[in-house]
């Protein structure tokens, strides 16, 4: 046990020393950071100015905007937009004049024909097409009303047709905290926050690369033991056990720690600047996803890396790491690709099987929990498959630890990867 | 009492034989030398014999029974193959892999400081294994393999990469070892060495053992097939002679089969030469290496 703490302790020391280590784990994050910074120093806000209200009455961070209504279609504005938010001039030269003098941030032009077309026309200094997205809700918002003869009852009908109400078999919600959001009403931020729509996606990719870059980690530890041949000195020291143990412990410590510090940056952010990533008020991650998120890199990245030292007992130079590497990740990259394209259906049958699937689940169902609405039996049956197959995986991998392959030369194949690992080597 | 008792064994990977028939042992206490031509199987005894690989077939016994997790601790080996970790710096690569063998790290450390003086690496304690040289890498790999003191220490090639000085050191190392009581088991293909440090050695070829004993044994039992000669005059023809070869001042006289030193010295005393020198030449132990190994004369 304390030789196996000595290799762990090794490991980690030796990991995180790495200045690639701390490129990647640091260095990133560090940069989004700043990068972050940059952008709203730049667009002279600060970065703890909060999230945009999910009220629209509350007018104190809304820009004022103004329109020229061409074809006289506009005849009252929603009581529900501020007072004073959205200005009238007669034609575009008014308007032109109060944009340049600063007295709104933009205008929109309503064309004549505007009924036929649909045509809306925004004049605005800012090029980002994120900002003008951000805004524009309450203009569509007015028109809507009064092409319904200023009805807002219908007109909030048509916005929203249906009031969907999900009942959750689950026992507990996995999403309460924002899937209640009311995103009903447009202006509204979370109508048009790209980052919650696509969390499930990021949160696919992240753990795809947490998974697959602490597993690498063992794979090229090993070979390189193998290669500069210190894994003869270890092995006349401790026993394949340990040595097996003490890296996939410490490695999988140093891979936490990555992990810890990208999550981190990720709260950090939404936290600092959910005015930027445009989030609703009150939004935050669930930590019942943080949990799973944990289980579930610990579970999917002991699989991996275990597959990977396997792999690594195998392959006789460091240069073959990067195909054989593939070989091992084959089953979660297909399933990250996967996940890509049934991201809109995350509750279907493909979906559902690759989350409960011990070589896919590590990353299918953590986009599935992103999503919200996963029965709680599913997260904790694809963890007990994972655990099961952690085991028969470190069984099968121990067992591949031996000094015929640790110190052959014989090139690595599928094969004999496969062999080894079903005890034929 | 032995350190290291090999019997019959055999180990194969795939088709190819690496050893066929090996058995020795090594007394505790003294330098054992395991010699043989490239390929022969050395490597491989001696993985078999520190229990790296599984015998096909034989017994090893190793520090009085089977080899154990707890014994590795009291062995010290320098695998043929170098290994230390080449982006450690020294100081802590080595008191690493040290704490392994179950030294504390403090000891470790005052350990090494004193191996780190001696050969020369105390300045170089604060560098990656990678920057230093040849030589400096082979030190650090001896000072490795007996910072633990082992009671049993195998080394695969101790010379290699070594100056004259450096050579002597680790001679001197290596008798100071022994002198404490550690048994030494050196493989090497540099027989000088071997004939000054080793008590006895093992010749092993094509995978099984060809000669074994006492170094002075083997030399007597391969003496006699030389003499070495001066006379006052020419040296004639001596029946029985096939090749006369200048041996520093004197002549050595290879016999052919069957011819003894004795139907020499009658041939040459019958033909009424003054004789100067008569002495029955003592082989090296190169040119026993290059009989048996060539010549298989074992």
Redesign the interface.
């Known amino acids: 046990m304390k030789k196996m703490y000595l290799v762990l302790r090794h490991e980690l020391m030796t990991t995180i020393r790495r200045p690639s280590f701390l490129l990647v784990a640091f260095g990133i994050p560090l940069l989004a950071v700043l990068i972050f910074a940059g952008v709203t120093i730049v667009r002279g806000g600060s970065p703890d100015s909060g999230v945009i209200p999910s009220d629209p009455a509350d007018a104190s961070e809304l820009e004022v905007q103004g329109y020229v209504d061409q074809g006289g279609l506009i005849s009252v504005i929603p009581h529900d937009i501020p007072p004073g938010y959205l200005i009238a001039f007669p034609d575009e030269d008014h308007a032109q004049q109060a944009l340049e003098v600063g007295e709104i941030v933009a205008y929109y032009v309503v064309p004549e024909d505007y009924l036929q077309t649909g045509d809306l026309i925004i004049v605005s200094p800012d090029p980002s097409p994120f900002s003008a997205h951000r805004q524009d809700g309450a203009m569509r918002w007015t028109l809507l009303v009064n092409v319904l003869g200023g009805d807002a009852e219908l007109a909030d009908r048509v916005w929203n047709p249906v009031n969907l109400e999900v009942t959750n078999l689950a026992p507990q919600p996995q999403h309460d905290s924002y899937a209640d959001e009311d995103c009903s009403k447009p202006g509204v931020a979370c109508e048009s926050s790209l980052l919650i729509r696509y969390l499930p996606m990021i949160m696919l990719v992240l753990f795809y690369v947490f998974i697959t870059t602490g597993s690498s980690l063992l794979l090229r530890n090993i070979s390189a033991e193998k290669e500069n041949r210190v894994i003869e000195i270890l092995m006349l020291s401790i026993s394949p056990w340990q040595i097996l143990t003490g890296k996939i412990i410490g490695l999988g410590i140093a891979g936490l720690l990555q992990m810890a510090a990208w999550v981190g940056t990720v709260y950090v952010l939404l936290r600092m600047g959910g005015g930027t990533f445009n989030l609703p008020a009150g939004f935050e991650i669930p930590p019942s996803l943080l949990v799973w998120g944990l289980v579930f890199f610990l579970l999917g990245y002991a699989v991996y890396a275990t597959l990977m030292a396997g792999a690594g007992a195998l392959v006789p130079n460091l240069k073959e790491t990067t195909q054989v590497a593939w070989v091992v990740m084959m089953p979660i990259f297909v399933s990250y690709l996967v996940g890509l394209f049934i991201i809109e259906d995350p509750h279907g049958r493909l979906a559902t099987g690759l989350s409960l699937f011990p070589l896919t689940s590590p990353t299918m169902m953590i986009m599935r929990l992103t999503v919200g609405g996963v029965p709680l039996w599913q997260p904790l049956l694809a963890a007990a498959l994972l655990v099961l197959t952690a085991i028969l995986v470190l069984r099968a991998v121990a067992g591949m630890f031996h000094a015929q392959n640790l110190l052959s030369g014989q090139s690595f194949s599928v094969r004999r990867f496969y062999g080894a690992l079903l005890g034929r080597a | 009492m032995y350190s290291a008792q090999v019997s019959h064994i055999a180990k194969s ?1 795939g088709k190819t034989q690496a050893v066929a028939d090996v058995s020795f042992a090594v007394e505790r206490g003294e330098i054992f030398g395991l010699l043989g031509p490239n390929g022969s199987g050395k490597t491989t005894t001696l ?1 078999v014999m ?1 229990d ?2 599984k015998p096909e077939r034989g017994t090893v016994s190793i520090l009085g029974g089977p080899m154990s ?1 707890e014994k ?2 009291r ?1 010290g ?1 320098m ?1 043929e ?6 982006d ?1 710096p020294l100081e802590r690569c080595l008191v ?2 040290a ?3 179950g030294v504390p790290a403090g000891e470790a450390r005052g350990h090494l400081a004193g191996y780190l003086e001696r050969f020369d690496l105390a300045a170089h304690k604060g560098k990656k294994v990678k920057e230093l040289s040849k030589g400096m890498q082979q030190k650090a790999q001896i000072i ?1 393999t007996i910072l633990h003191r082992p009671e049993l220490v195998v080394i695969d090639e101790p010379f290699t990469a070594l100056d004259p000085i450096n050579t002597q050191l680790v001679k001197d190392l290596m008798k100071e070892l022994r002198d404490q009581g550690a048994t030494i088991i050196m493989s090497t293909h540099q027989m000088r060495q071997v004939e000054e440090l080793c008590d006895r050695i093992l010749l092993i070829d094509d995978g099984r053992d060809v000669l074994y004993g006492h170094l002075g044994e083997i030399r007597r039992q391969y003496s006699g097939h030389a003499v070495l000669v001066r006379l006052a005059g020419e040296l004639p023809t001596v029946a029985g002679v096939e090749q006369v070869l200048p041996h520093n001042n004197a002549a050595k006289l290879m016999l052919a089969e069957g011819t003894t030193p004795q139907d020499v010295l009658r041939a040459l005393m019958a033909q009424d030469v003054i004789l100067e020198k008569f002495e029955i030449a003592v082989p090296t132990l190169d040119e026993i290496f290059i009989r048996v190994v060539e010549e298989g004369d074992a």
């Open positions: 990977f993985r520190l790296v690989f997790e590795k601790e062995i080996y695998p193959e170098r290994g230390l970790y080449q450690m690493y892999l704490t392994l063998k490795n």
